[in-house]
């Protein structure tokens, strides 16, 4: 994972600070977070508070693992592992492991001391090695007098582990929990699945905004420290943001739940908000404060908050990122490339060409892969029917559309971050330069490599 966390004492010098920060983002391509010495920093504090309560409330209500992380994941922005998949995914045996370590530093009236339950049917499971991936399975295994590699879950007995319990895993569907857009909407779903969702996450949430200053100096912190360590696609406040926070503080209330000092002090406003094109959180000091970004550092999802597009269509955006340059930005399944985004690339430089306010171009998006290269889907349809020469004319094309970049008349500069597959990574070597992050995998065929005359650009 992309997590740093960095503890910074009173006393610490702030050139350290910054040293140690900048290493850590530029080489070794880190996110950056700040935070207090306290046991399990931000991360793990609150994630294993969450996978406490989602282990609990599954047996209270008698939610199996399939439903329990098929509402748990993708419907409330969390990776689809959800709760039993990702402690699978950990180990089931560090999981006493990082109980105990907090219990025995966590201070005595911390809430995590009354939701921790000393589970029997973890310590047998542990014993009969079903310690997860790493072991002969955990909550999911294949099913061992299978040849056809049958996915097996576990019907949960709090009090005791027996292999008896494993059977044919059945997917969850049909729920309108399963299928609602929005947090809210999932979570105020009158089902069982909406039930379990809202019961796990209104405890997480909850303690999420009791530590704010105990564990980090800002909701910021928090926030990128979850979304950085356990890959949430938003932090415990933009969740309540997006529930309303006065909205959530009244739910806790009725369930006769603490309402947390912070949650009181923003009231009926939100824990971030848009000025003037930037974006701010709300602080302990019940002022907002610009999100301050590392030197150096320019994101596009800033630039999104004041401006529109220059140009877009299905498969691309273009922006203005200031000082005369502009960014192609991929928008596709995977960030592909397919028919619209050779005819966005042609757009842009025919732009570029035709407008004196431009004068360079930046290849860049900012999900979690830059490029997973052609559309295979398409190209897979259009050779099951025979459409010979509209494979030729795609391939053509985007060898011509690279080499085009290639020999611009002004620099393209790719800035890519993950997987560069196939075209993503011919693109890179079709730029002038190539800013990559630390965690970058380049991939390419030899065929397609041979496409371009080794020089500088090609080393890059």
Same mark, same amino acid.
């Given at each position: 994972?992309?997590?740093? @966390?960095?503890?910074?004492?009173?006393?610490?010098?702030?050139?350290?600070?910054?040293?140690?920060?900048?290493?850590?983002?530029?080489? #070794?391509?880190? *996110?950056?977070?700040?935070?207090?010495?306290?046991?399990?920093?931000?991360?793990?504090?609150?994630?294993? +508070?969450?996978?406490?309560?989602?282990?609990?409330?599954?047996?209270?209500?008698?939610?199996?693992?399939?439903?329990?992380?098929?509402? =748990?994941?993708?419907?409330?922005?969390?990776?689809?592992?959800?709760?039993?998949?990702?402690?699978?995914?950990?180990?089931?045996?560090? =999981?006493?492991?990082?109980?105990?370590?907090?219990?025995?530093?966590?201070?005595?009236?911390?809430?995590?001391?009354?939701?921790?339950?000393?589970?029997?049917?973890?310590?047998?499971?542990?014993?009969? *090695? +079903?310690?997860?991936?790493?072991?002969?399975?955990?909550?999911?295994?294949?099913?061992?007098?299978?040849? %056809?590699?049958?996915?097996?879950? #576990?019907?949960?007995?709090?009090?005791?582990?027996? @292999?008896?319990? +494993?059977?044919?895993?059945?997917?969850?569907?049909?729920?309108?929990?399963?299928?609602?857009?929005?947090?809210?909407?999932?979570?105020?779903?009158?089902?069982?699945?909406?039930?379990?969702?809202?019961?796990?996450?209104?405890?997480?949430?909850? +303690?999420? %905004?009791?530590?704010?200053?105990?564990? !980090?100096?800002?909701?910021?912190? &928090?926030?990128?420290?979850?979304?950085?360590?356990?890959?949430?696609?938003?932090?415990?406040?933009?969740?309540?943001? %997006?529930? *309303?926070? @006065?909205?959530?503080?009244?739910?806790?209330?009725?369930? *006769?739940?603490?309402?947390?000092?912070?949650?009181?002090?923003?009231?009926?406003?939100?824990?971030?908000?848009? @000025?003037?094109?930037?974006?701010?959180?709300?602080?302990?000091?019940?002022?907002?404060?610009?999100? !301050?970004?590392?030197?150096?550092?320019?994101?596009?999802?800033?630039?999104?908050?004041?401006?529109?597009?220059?140009?877009?269509?299905?498969?691309?955006?273009?922006?203005? &990122?200031?000082?005369?340059? #502009?960014?192609?930005?991929?928008?596709?399944?995977?960030?592909?490339?397919?028919?619209?985004?050779?005819?966005?690339?042609?757009?842009?430089? %025919?732009?570029?060409?035709?407008?004196?306010?431009?004068?360079?171009?930046?290849?860049?998006?900012?999900?979690?892969?830059?490029?997973?290269?052609?559309?295979?889907?398409?190209?897979?349809?259009?050779?099951?029917?025979?459409?010979?020469?509209?494979?030729?004319?795609?391939?053509?094309?985007?060898?011509?559309?690279?080499?085009?970049?290639?020999?611009?008349?002004?620099?393209?500069?790719?800035a890519p971050s993950g997987l560069a597959l196939g075209g993503g990574c011919e693109i890179l070597l079709a730029s002038d330069a190539v800013q990559a992050h630390a965690e970058t995998?380049?991939?390419?065929?030899?065929?397609?490599?041979?496409?371009?005359?080794?020089?500088?650009?090609?080393?890059?």
């Amino acid at each position: 994972m992309r997590l740093l @966390e960095l503890v910074v004492g009173k006393k610490t010098r702030p050139d350290a600070v910054q040293a140690v920060r900048e290493f850590c983002d530029i080489n #070794l391509g880190k *996110g950056v977070v700040k935070c207090h010495d306290t046991p399990g920093f931000i991360a793990n504090r609150l994630g294993v +508070y969450w996978l406490t309560a989602g282990v609990n409330e599954a047996i209270k209500q008698g939610v199996s693992v399939e439903l329990a992380d098929a509402v =748990m994941s993708r419907p409330v922005g969390i990776p689809k592992t959800g709760v039993f998949g990702l402690i699978d995914l950990v180990g089931i045996d560090l =999981m006493p492991k990082l109980a105990d370590s907090l219990l025995s530093t966590l201070p005595k009236n911390d809430p995590y001391r009354k939701l921790f339950v000393d589970h029997p049917f973890i310590h047998g499971m542990i014993k009969d *090695g +079903y310690t997860g991936r790493k072991g002969k399975g955990g909550f999911y295994r294949l099913n061992p007098d299978s040849k %056809a590699k049958e996915k097996q879950s #576990l019907t949960i007995n709090a009090k005791k582990f027996d @292999e008896s319990q +494993y059977a044919k895993s059945e997917k969850a569907s049909g729920l309108e929990s399963l299928s609602a857009r929005g947090l809210k909407n999932v979570l105020t779903a009158d089902d069982e699945g909406g039930r379990y969702a809202w019961e796990v996450l209104n405890q997480t949430l909850q +303690y999420a %905004a009791s530590l704010v200053d105990e564990i !980090a100096e800002t909701v910021y912190d &928090i926030d990128e420290g979850m979304k950085l360590g356990y890959n949430w696609k938003s932090g415990p406040f933009e969740m309540i943001d %997006a529930l *309303g926070p @006065e909205w959530f503080a009244g739910e806790l209330k009725k369930a *006769g739940m603490d309402v947390p000092k912070i949650l009181k002090d923003v009231g009926s406003g939100t824990f971030y908000k848009i @000025e003037n094109g930037a974006l701010q959180y709300f602080g302990t000091d019940k002022k907002y404060h610009k999100v !301050a970004r590392p030197d150096g550092v320019l994101l596009l999802s800033d630039i999104k908050l004041a401006s529109k597009p220059v140009l877009k269509n299905g498969s691309a955006s273009v922006w203005d &990122i200031g000082d005369g340059v #502009l960014c192609f930005e991929h928008t596709s399944k995977m960030n592909t490339f397919d028919d619209g985004t050779f005819e966005m690339l042609g757009k842009v430089k %025919a732009f570029i060409e035709g407008n004196d306010q431009y004068n360079a171009l930046v290849v860049y998006n900012e999900a979690s892969n830059f490029s997973a290269g052609a559309n295979l889907g398409l190209a897979i349809f259009m050779i099951n029917i025979a459409m010979w020469p509209q494979v030729e004319q795609f391939i053509a094309g985007g060898q011509k559309m690279f080499m085009d970049l290639k020999y611009a008349p002004f620099p393209v500069v790719s800035a890519p971050s993950g997987l560069a597959l196939g075209g993503g990574c011919e693109i890179l070597l079709a730029s002038d330069a190539v800013q990559a992050h630390a965690e970058t995998i380049p991939a390419s065929s030899k065929s397609a490599l041979a496409s371009y005359p080794v020089g500088a650009a090609a080393r890059k």
